[in-house]
């Protein structure tokens, strides 16, 4: 796991320095933002490149709070308002020294990220282009190739925006390109432009160039050209232009752009081929089936969730790989989430009681909210786990939790609340393969034969400890009609071998509640 205090014990004090060390998470990118941003996700190392007073970088502190860590300049980031928030959010903030330049110390930060992750074997790195790939290396002399043909800085984008490539010569061009270069991304301000534009709508559904014209903002025009194989959408060369329509070069662009397209499913077969590995080490850690407990997942304690939704009707591959996307909409970069025979499995870290994504608090918040909107959306949590075995048990917890789960319930249901269910279903299965041994069979004979409410009664004031008042409420009837019941239960034909049922013994009352439960479950 690389940290923001790795990073800066790789850039050396030269660059940058600690100004607060917080909590230790992963840096996964990073990303500039300033205080009007979308507040940072886990995983970003979040870059106040802009931020020139103490004011904004304490409300920057605050907006990352739940990031990898806050790159600021000196002396903002010693100031103690700012690092009394830091404090309040274990937010890792980091000190650029002023005479050193943002594009050197990202550079070497984007640098020092690649280095790591290609020397980590640990589940969730993503493949990533490192010195000596050749698809990356051809992907930049593509890149240099279409920026001659239209005569405009280019860069060659896969379809979550991450950036592959750019074109040399970056001088003349705008803020959002230099900052999608430098943090290897397009930053999340962005792409909320160009989706509010509908760009990425047509890129998805069109084989056709866009052309997107400058705007006031200080975003320059964009010429961009769709990459597609077989209708699907793979990625994007983004050319900063003023030409809608590209120079007479059609049949070479065309032939470039099929060139980065081949680049791009390489890629793509290399970061499913990873995806793969990363749901088997998922799959065996949800299991509990591996030798030892995974070096990835930490101490934990961590959670499984069997997830219900969001459409039923499609298969378990299909519906995990919706749960996975709609984590990462929420800003779970890598989601532990596999699909597993006939179910769908989360695996969430228990200890983060704040919004953290990959947290169970976090998971929550977002699978209430997709429930407002869709009903088929069921979370159900097991136990809390530190080891292989109570992984297990939790894995069938949520299996059982979800299964017994009714439509009157809450979108999410964990063991602490539903126990008393798990215990009574366990104990109901456990009596389908006996005969009924018990007053309840003569007495459902009688009442199919002469009608009454004679089984309800009895299961209302079993469950009312015997008070004929709440049972009456809860059936919705006068008391004396619940005293009236209880009488003709005495001398009943069929119930004179049983002797007297009587409700003030305990295990009478444990056993007859069973048997009414059995009831229930075998009629529906």
């Known amino acids: 796991m690389i940290t ?45 490149v802009g931020v020139l007073d103490v004011d904004s970088a304490t409300l920057l502190v605050q907006r990352a709070a739940h990031a990898a860590g806050l790159a600021l300049r000196e002396p903002l980031a010693q100031a103690p308002q700012v690092r009394d928030a830091a404090r309040d959010a274990e937010l890792t903030v980091l000190a650029v020294r002023p005479e050193v330049g943002w594009s050197t110390v990202i550079s070497l930060l984007q640098a020092a990220l690649g280095q790591g992750a290609a020397g980590e074997s640990a589940l969730g790195r993503e493949v990533r282009g490192v010195a000596g790939d050749p698809v990356y290396q051809d992907m930049f002399d593509l890149a240099d190739t279409v920026s001659r043909l239209l005569g405009a800085p280019v860069t060659i984008e896969d379809a979550q925006s991450r950036v592959l490539a750019y074109s040399t010569g970056q001088d003349d061009t705008d803020s959002a390109r230099m900052s999608t270069i430098f943090g290897r991304q397009v930053p999340t301000t962005v792409r909320h432009h160009f989706r509010a534009r509908g760009v990425f709508r047509k890129l998805a559904t069109s084989n056709e160039p866009i052309f997107v014209p400058a705007t006031d903002e200080g975003i320059k025009a964009r010429y961009i050209v769709p990459l597609k194989v077989g209708g699907e959408w793979l990625g994007s060369i983004w050319a900063v232009t003023d030409a809608a329509e590209p120079p007479d070069y059609s049949s070479e662009l065309r032939a470039a752009a099929e060139l980065v397209t081949l680049q791009l499913r390489r890629l793509h077969a290399q970061r499913e081929m990873h995806r793969q590995v990363q749901l088997d080490q998922v799959r065996v850690a949800i299991r509990g089936s591996g030798l030892a407990w995974p070096d990835w997942l930490g101490a934990g304690p961590w959670r499984v969730a069997v997830l219900g939704g969001p459409d039923p009707a499609m298969s378990p591959t299909a519906r995990s790989e919706l749960w996975t996307a709609l984590a990462r909409r929420h800003g779970w970069r890598e989601p ?101 041994v018990s007053p309840l069979t003569p007495l459902l004979v009688h009442e199919a034969a002469h009608g009454g409410h004679l089984v309800e009664t009895l299961e209302a004031v079993l469950d009312h400890w015997g008070e004929v008042a709440r049972a009456a409420r809860a059936l919705d009837v006068h008391p004396n009609t619940i005293r009236y019941r209880l009488t003709k239960l005495d001398g009943l034909d069929g119930l004179d071998g049983w002797g007297d049922v009587d409700l003030e013994d305990p295990a009478q009352r444990l056993a007859l509640r069973l048997e009414i439960a059995r009831h229930r479950a075998l009629v529906g």
Request: glycine letters at 8%; charged letters at 20%; proline letters at 6%.
């Open 4 to 48: 923001a205090r790795d990073l800066a014990s790789v850039l050396t004090t030269s660059f940058l320095t600690e100004a607060h060390l917080g909590a230790d998470r992963a840096v996964l990118g990073l990303e500039i933002v300033d205080p009007d941003s979308p507040a940072a996700g886990a995983g970003d190392l979040a870059l106040g």
């Open 336 to 436: 532990l989430i596999a699909d597993l025979g006939d179910d769908v499995c989360a695996l969430l870290e228990d200890a983060h009681q704040d919004a953290v994504a990959g947290s169970r608090a976090w998971f929550l918040d977002v699978a209430g909210q997709e429930a407002r909107t869709n009903p088929h959306i069921a979370v159900a949590l097991g136990q809390p786990a530190t080891s292989n075995a109570g992984l297990a048990d939790s894995l069938a917890q949520a299996r059982e939790l979800l299964l017994a789960r009714v439509p009157e319930d809450p979108p999410v249901v964990s063991i602490e609340e539903a126990w008393p269910r798990l215990v009574l279903g366990r104990a109901v299965e456990g009596l389908r393969e006996h005969a009924p």
